[in-house]
Every structure is written in C-alpha cells, then in structure tokens.
C-alpha cells in the first residue's frame, strides 16, 4: 500500500490550496480512515483533520473553518481544501491513513505518503 500526498505549493496569506491524497496497492475497501498531520520547522508533527469511512470528521481547533476534508471512495483520495490560509499553516503536510489489507486483515495499519510543502507568504 502507497499514499500519494500531492498539491502543495506557494502561496500568499488569504489564499488557498488543495492537497490530494491518493492510496494505491492492494487493500480491502474503503479505507478505514485518512487524513493529514503537519510538521512545521522545529516543531513536532501535529494532526490537521481525519475522515472516518462514516464520513464523521475531526479537525484540529487551529484550522476549525478554515479547512475541510473530504474524501472520494472510488478514486481511493481523500482532499484537504485549505482556505484563508495563514503564515502560521507553513509546513510539510504528511497524509495518513488506517487501511486492512491481506497483511494486516483484523486491525487497520498506519500507513504514511510523503509530505508535501505548504509555503504561505505574509
């Protein structure tokens, strides 16, 4: 199983960005549940938002209406659509996700993508 994290970029504050993260290999469906943590410069990696295969959703206080998560079951992708982005959102941002497969069939397994840089100007 592979994560694929891709939409990061450039961009000034107030504006807005959408991640793509996209699992790939062999697993049993639909995915238990994705999302994303951040890590900025010299800090520790903290959680942004989850999405359970109920669709129930969490987010951390920090980007409580400004992000949104959402997933598409079929395509295997889940999106973080970040809005009135903030110097402050600055950081590599890793997807996560809990997935069964033939190797781990009872309990979901971690799996991590790659981060992708997220650089918001002031």
């Known amino acids: 199983v592979q994560l694929q994290a891709s939409g990061g970029g450039l961009v000034q504050a107030g504006g807005s960005l959408r991640l793509s993260c996209s699992a790939s290999g062999s697993f049993y469906q639909p995915i238990n549940a994705i999302g994303w943590y951040r890590q900025a410069p010299g800090k520790q990696r903290e959680f942004v938002a989850r999405m359970g295969s109920s669709c129930y959703r969490t987010y951390a206080d920090s980007v409580k209406g400004r992000f949104t998560i959402s997933r598409d079951n079929a395509k295997n992708t889940a999106y973080l659509q970040m809005d009135s982005l903030e110097p402050e959102d600055t950081a590599v941002y890793y997807c996560?996700?809990?997935?069964?497969?033939?190797?781990?069939?009872?309990?979901?397994?971690?799996?991590w993508g790659q981060g992708t840089q997220v650089t918001v100007s002031s």
């Open positions: 996560n996700a809990a997935i069964r497969s033939a190797e781990y069939p009872i309990y979901p397994h971690d799996y």
